[in-house]
């Protein structure tokens, strides 16, 4: 049934399929000793305001459902759960390299430091 817009109930023209919401989750950490937690998540408008932030940031984004459907099941502030940890320290070891990448062509230091990942995705420190 469409209404006075000339839009069918579910608000899109002709009965089409309204495209799926986006979704954002944000991940940091407080300090170099804590485990990464969800700093922000969002659907629809608020999941673009956070990825505009993101995005005027320089901070890198990755695109990946199976992990952004995982995390939005938790509230922000909570820790990154152990399923998803994998995950976010390949994403955190690009993102690490990038920014190496990133200093070396400008010869600035990163406030990072170096380790070296295992085959399961969990660091350990360099001597």
Request: charged fraction near 25%.
């Amino acid at each position: 049934m469409k209404d006075k817009t000339g839009k069918n109930n579910s608000g899109t023209p002709d009965g089409q399929a309204s495209p799926p919401a986006t979704k954002a989750v944000a991940v940091g950490r407080r300090g170099a000793a804590d485990l990464p937690h969800i700093t922000a998540k969002g659907h629809g408008y608020v999941a673009e305001k956070i990825l505009d932030i993101a995005f005027s940031d320089g901070v890198k984004v990755r695109q990946d459902k199976d992990l952004v459907n995982l995390l939005d099941a938790f509230e922000v502030e909570s820790p990154v759960p152990l399923e998803a940890l994998h995950a976010v320290s390949l994403i955190l070891e690009r993102v690490y390299a990038a920014n190496r990448q990133m200093a070396d062509r400008s010869g600035m230091q990163t406030d990072t430091q170096e380790t070296d990942m295992d085959t399961q995705g969990t660091g350990h420190e360099t001597p």
